[in-house]
């Protein structure tokens, strides 16, 4: 029994010293809790103050793992720059796709506009001038405008009437010249034989023949195509009306339409489209009738048949750059073939081929100078391209298309060019730039 006393003190001494470490470690948790002690029984992890989860550290036996990359980091940058112009070549796609679809179901509405604003701009000029001899603005777009559509309402009927007057007379010379030209085949050193030709003739009659149901139908659909014509000729005429009287407003309120930040831009390159528009259609215009004047004078006087209508159809084919000149140079060449003989086709071909070497080193770029200028390539691209998307009428809007692109993207660099310049900071005693020409008032009437 007298060793128990002594066993209880050392108990309590023992009891009494962990009491006095625990006050220790409960006053520095209170001084500093980031501070904690890691280790021993007693201890509180370093996150336990701040109320975040301990994870234990993984045995020493466990397998290592290897840190993955960032994602972003692991893939290379000429494939992360593909992929940022991909996704963005993919909106602008879908979105020309979507405005292709729009502009073909309202193909109609579209190129009578835009056949209305060629016409304006070659009948603005005149309006421009009525206005200030002293015209109020309705006389003068009255006049100007009932002058030029009747002047190429007489073009539309001359034409016709020289057809229908020569029609009978053409298909004499027709049959004359394919009977002609039999002869030369026959004689010709191809040794080509009377039954050939038969059998190429009996050929072309069964195909016309076997296609009776489908000409036909293009017959009834040209019905159709013909009031869709004169739909649009009305729809023509009512618009170049409303933009020679009023374009000016009709602009201002088209630029309420953009964004407030890009309206000077717009506001700037606006006229300059306008001008470039207007030097296309005037050049264009005056190069035709150089070209129509000179090809009609050989064809007359070389005594082909209709040299009047035909002199018209290179008129108008000039309005398609390089197609419509070879077209339309082609298809005279092809009637004084028939009706001539090959020797006055040869003489046709080289008044053709004159005419249209002068137009394109001379007269091309003394009368459009500067105004309009656009590679050979983009032309051949963007008349291939409208043909394509609209016919006719695509192959001759593209290439004033492209001409007025090609200027409204030119200013818009410049412009922002200039306004990042006026931005930038400038040395001390300097001025900034500033592009007078985009501080101009709108300049169309």
């Known amino acids: 029994m007298s060793k128990v006393p002594g066993w209880l003190g050392r108990v309590g001494d023992g009891l009494t010293r962990v009491g006095a470490r625990l006050e220790e470690r409960r006053a520095e948790a209170d001084a500093d809790p980031d501070q904690l002690i ?11 103050a701040v109320g975040v989860e301990h994870v234990p550290a993984p045995p020493a036996y466990a397998p290592a793992v290897a840190a993955r990359p960032d994602p972003v980091a692991a893939v290379p940058w000429g494939m992360r720059v593909a992929a940022e112009a991909g996704w ?5 796609a879908g979105t020309l796709w979507v405005l292709m679809k729009i502009i073909s179901s309202v193909q109609l509405v579209v190129l009578a506009f835009v056949a209305a604003l060629l016409v304006t701009a070659m009948l603005q000029p005149t309006v421009a001038r009525l206005r200030r001899v002293g015209l109020p603005r309705g006389l003068a777009t009255a006049v100007t405008a009932i002058l030029g559509f009747v002047i190429m309402g007489l073009v539309g009927w001359f034409v016709v009437w ?15 010249g394919i009977e002609e030209l039999k002869r030369w085949l026959l ?3 191809f040794h080509v034989t009377e039954d050939q030709i038969n059998d190429i003739a009996k050929n072309l009659s069964d195909a016309v023949g076997t296609n009776t149901e489908e000409i036909t139908s293009a017959g009834l659909q040209g019905v159709t195509v013909m009031v869709e014509f004169l739909t649009g000729i009305l729809l023509a005429m009512f618009s170049t009306l409303f933009l020679l009287y009023d374009g000016k407003r009709i602009w201002e309120w088209s630029l309420k339409l953009v964004p407030s930040p890009a309206r000077p831009g717009v506001a700037g390159a606006g006229p300059r489209a306008w001008r470039t ?3 296309y259609v005037r050049g264009t215009v005056i190069v035709a009738m150089i070209d129509a004047i000179f090809i009609g004078l050989g064809l007359f006087f070389l005594d082909i048949p209709m040299a009047v209508p035909l002199a018209v159809f290179i008129f108008l084919g000039a309005f398609i750059p390089l197609v419509g000149a070879v077209m339309s140079g082609a298809l005279a060449i092809v009637v004084a073939l028939v009706t001539e003989g090959p020797f006055t086709a040869l003489m046709v071909m080289a008044v053709v081929l004159a005419v249209q070497q002068i137009e394109g080193h001379v007269l091309q ?3 459009l ?3 309009v200028r656009v590679h050979p390539l983009a032309v051949v691209l963007s008349v291939a391209a409208g043909g394509l998307v609209a016919g006719i009428g695509g192959a001759v809007v593209a290439v004033p298309l492209v001409a007025v692109t090609n200027t409204v993207v030119g200013y818009l660099r410049s412009y922002s060019n200039e306004a990042a310049l006026r931005a930038a900071p400038q040395p001390h005693g300097a001025v900034a730039p500033t592009p007078a020409s985009a501080d101009r008032p709108v300049e169309q009437e």
């Open 369 to 371: 100078g500067r105004a």
């Open 187 to 189: 004689n010709s050193p």
């Open 38 to 48: 890691a280790q021993g029984p007693l201890a509180a992890p370093a996150d336990a």
């Open 277 to 279: 528009l207007t030097a």
């Open 162 to 176: 020289q057809v229908m007057e020569n029609l009978d007379n053409l298909s004499d010379r027709l049959r004359d």
């Open 365 to 367: 770029p003394f009368i």
């Open 88 to 92: 963005r070549l993919l909106v602008l």
